[in-house]
């Protein structure tokens, strides 16, 4: 799917700005936030400057399964549930995110279509950090860049172990069944 083509997912929400006025909620859940747990609170800050936040109603579809994406949110309040389509085409909800949680960081490394979609289940304030404003980070601040890359590669590579893990128990357990 063409970027240009795909519906602006922040239509239906509140524009807030930059996220420096929220830096200190930010610190508040940063031991939920695995992506920046190893930032210190200026690094937090200097990010602040790149992120844009926004507020969104109950029902708000932030993120469409296969939709063409470059952007990951970070929920600072409110809750999304995250929903994959099954083969049959019914909506099954694989979990809810909540303060602290990212979401979409696949889609902003490779910008490939969305996985699943996040609806938010109740009113949620979020922060969104796109393709081009982490490479704005990385030239400008290239020690903050760096680190973030490296949080983002440490973070999909631990869920890339966990899928595998669980692939490797659907195999043994389809093994069994064979026998």
């Known amino acids: 799917m063409n970027l240009a083509a795909a519906p602006d ?14 830096v200190d909620r930010i610190l508040e859940i940063i031991e939920h936030i695995r992506l920046f747990e190893d930032f210190e609170r200026a ?7 790149y992120l844009r936040c926004y507020r969104a109603d109950i029902g708000a579809e932030i993120i469409r399964e296969g939709d063409a994406g ?11 549930e995250i929903i994959k389509l099954d083969p049959r085409g019914l ?17 902003l490394i490779d910008g490939e279509p969305r996985f ?27 020690r903050i860049g760096v680190k973030i890359l490296m949080e983002l590669l440490m973070l999909l590579n631990q ?21």
């Open 9 to 22: 997912p922040f239509a239906a929400c509140e524009p807030l700005g930059d996220a420096t006025g929220f």
């Open 43 to 49: 690094e937090i800050d200097g990010l602040a400057r």
């Open 70 to 80: 470059d952007f990951m949110l970070l929920v600072i309040d409110g809750s999304l």
């Open 91 to 107: 909506p099954q909800r694989l979990a809810v995110a909540g303060p602290g949680k990212t979401l979409g960081e696949m889609s």
């Open 116 to 142: 699943a979609s996040c609806i938010t289940l109740e009113p949620a304030l979020f922060a969104v950090l796109d393709r081009e404003s982490l490479t704005r980070v990385v030239a400008e601040e290239p």
């Open 159 to 179: 869920r890339l172990r966990s899928v595998s893990g669980e692939l490797m128990k659907c195999l043994d357990n389809q093994r069994l069944r064979i026998r």
